[in-house]
């Protein structure tokens, strides 16, 4: 069955700490991957994309992903977190030749001064 | 205007009640989406309308009826809901149904009394 999966629930990192926030996924071929972020209240913001080529995406805020095809996962990256970087953070994937993501259950962010 | 503007923000209602929540773009995107987020959740696709026509139905109840009316308008028609409709209802836009990235509304937060 196809699934993106994202083990943790609930992260907690001190400001300045680095990040990484798991992603992987369960696809008959690469899909398209995405992460989104959504703060309380809000909408959902797309951070980054992986279509195909370089394996290792940038993304806006900081943040980038690497694309692992050996692991099945999109893990997501940011080197020094800030605090207005508390959100719930998606991981998503769509299958190729479809652009409309479905959605991995999220990864709570919490970010201590 | 790079905005996906939703009214309205929260919406209390009776399980007799008719009501609709709007979605407006005005980035002359051509397709737009309604989500559906339980609390704690991620985003479940619920309708695409892809040039003003309805393309994908994720199997969703008739109590809820989607219009699109014209390119920048996605209304979302609600009538004899049930307590476990409450949740928050996203919509987003596209710049056509390949665009490759989703632009978000903040949602109406529903209430089904």
């Known amino acids: 069955a196809q699934s993106v999966t994202q083990p943790d629930i609930h992260i907690t990192v001190s400001e300045g700490a680095s990040l990484e926030l798991r992603c992987n996924y369960s696809y008959g071929a690469t899909p398209y991957l995405f992460w989104y972020v959504q703060s309380p209240g809000q909408g959902l913001q797309l951070l980054l994309k992986?279509?195909?080529?370089?394996?290792l995406v940038q993304g806006i805020k900081g943040f980038e992903a690497e694309f692992k095809r050996s692991q099945s996962s999109f893990n997501l990256r940011k080197p020094s977190v800030h605090w207005s970087d508390a959100a719930e953070y998606f991981c998503a994937v769509a299958p190729r030749g479809s652009y409309i993501p479905t959605f991995g259950r999220g990864t709570s962010l919490i970010v201590h001064p | 205007d790079t905005e996906v503007t939703q009214t309205p923000k929260h919406l209390v209602m009776g399980m007799t009640n008719k009501k609709s929540l709007k979605c407006e773009q005005h980035m002359g995107h051509r397709a737009m989406y309604w989500y559906k987020q339980k609390a704690k959740k991620p985003p479940e696709l619920m309708f695409v309308?892809?040039?003003?026509?309805?393309?994908i139905n994720e199997s969703v109840p008739s109590r809820f009826s989607p219009e699109c009316p014209n390119s920048s308008l996605l209304n979302l028609h609600l009538h004899a809901l049930q307590p476990e409709d409450s949740a928050l209802y996203l919509c987003?836009?596209?710049?056509?149904?390949?665009?490759?990235?989703?632009?978000f509304g903040s949602g109406t937060q529903l209430s089904v009394l």
């Open positions: 987003a836009s596209s710049p056509d149904p390949q665009g490759e990235k989703l632009f």
């Open positions: 992986y279509f195909s080529g370089d394996t």
């Open positions: 309308y892809s040039y003003e026509k309805l393309s």
